[in-house]
């Protein structure tokens, strides 16, 4: 199994509404990330977990809080998100060592 | 500082090979990625290469790497309409224990029947 799997595919809330993403994989990798990607631009880096704890921050608003419950899933929790937050939300993993990052689908999320 | 390079445009004919370059600042990297994403969907890795490496080929596929001009670059042979996406080339830095990807900015191949 090399998948990593997001959840919803698409997501459409108002600014004042609080929801979750979601991501899984039971590839045994114990590094997770959270990427930002806007429309024909390269992912950007917002969280980084390491055996289930908090690595990376990139200076993320804290209106988006990721949780990594244990070793295969990682959520990141939406609450009062602004119209510039709609893009694509990427999830991976990757193993120690070699860090190839395997990246899920994706969930498009429109802030309206 | 860290920064990775791309050419924004490739166009070629179906059949033909397309090259894609990049190159990458960082002499701390370790370990290159190609990879690939189609309208709406995630990043697939396609390749990768070991910085200690020149080249590595893997069916279509051909990764070059020039450590000394830190200039990557991959080749798909008989490039087909299937191949049409954004490639986007990316490293980690030995620097970093936590696998953070540097990502260039992605080329957008297009491939004419």
């Known amino acids: 199994d090399t998948e990593v799997t997001q959840t919803p595919k698409h997501l459409v809330m108002g600014m004042t509404n609080k929801k979750s993403l979601k991501c899984e994989q039971h590839m045994g990798h114990r590094a997770m990330y959270w990427y930002k990607q806007k429309a024909k631009k390269p992912p950007e880096l917002m969280f980084v977990y390491s055996y289930e704890k908090l690595s990376i921050n990139e200076s993320v608003p804290s209106r988006f809080s990721p949780e990594c419950p244990n070793s295969s899933l990682l959520n990141l929790h939406l609450h009062a998100l602004q119209p510039e937050d709609s893009a694509l939300y990427l999830c991976?993993?990757?193993?120690?060592?070699?860090?190839?990052?395997?990246f899920g689908q994706g969930t498009r999320l429109t802030v309206v | 500082g860290e920064d990775v390079e791309q050419s924004l445009f490739l166009s070629v004919r179906e059949g033909d090979s397309s090259v894609i370059n990049c190159t990458y600042t960082d002499s701390s990297s370790t370990y290159l990625y190609w990879y690939k994403q189609e309208p709406g969907a995630g990043l697939q890795l396609l390749t990768y290469?070991?910085?200690?490496?020149d080249m590595k080929q893997d069916q279509r596929l051909t990764v070059l790497l020039n450590k000394k001009d830190k200039h990557l670059s991959l080749r798909i042979a008989d490039t087909q309409t299937g191949d049409s996406a954004i490639y986007f080339c990316?490293?980690?830095?030995?620097?970093?224990?936590?696998?953070?990807?540097?990502f260039g900015q992605g080329t957008t191949l297009q491939v004419k029947p």
């Open positions: 991976a993993s990757s193993p120690p060592v070699s860090g190839e990052a395997f």
């Open positions: 990316a490293e980690s830095l030995l620097s970093s224990n936590t696998g953070k990807l540097i």
């Open positions: 290469i070991f910085s200690n490496m």
